[in-house]
């Protein structure tokens, strides 16, 4: 599991070139299996491609709600995640933290996901 707080706020995962079947990917799948948010500070993700050599390519986002709540979330790569680079996830805290006070979030699993969103491509861990 990675973590983002507010001193990291980002997290990649590289994408296996020889990947079978890596241009029929249609989603990339963030699995949000821990968040530690008493005070339900309002969490966005945004989600990002970042091809070899390339600028990165804004995806979409996602959010948590409630803003505690661990969960699968789907982002469409809109045909863009086709070829050898990285997948970056972004936390942004809508609200100001304030000191002390723990923000935690664990993500297990980013993926891509084929065209019905129920097979999953390889991808390193």
Do not use: C, W
Request: charged share 20%; hydrophobic share 40%.
């Amino acid at each position: 599991m990675r973590y983002l707080d507010t001193a990291h706020v980002s997290v990649s995962q590289n994408i296996d070139p020889a990947a079978e079947g890596l241009q029929d990917n249609k989603f990339v799948q963030v699995d949000v299996a821990q968040v530690i948010n008493p005070r339900k500070y309002g969490l966005s993700f945004e989600v990002y491609y970042q091809p070899s050599g390339a600028q990165k390519i804004r995806l979409g986002t996602f959010s948590l709600y409630p803003a505690d709540n661990p969960g699968k979330f789907i982002v469409p790569t809109q045909d863009h995640v086709n070829r050898e680079g990285s997948i970056i996830v972004s936390l942004l805290v809508m609200d100001p933290v304030a000191n002390g006070v723990p923000l935690r979030v664990g993500i297990r699993r980013i993926a891509l996901l084929g065209r019905q969103a129920d097979g999953i491509a390889s991808s390193r861990e």
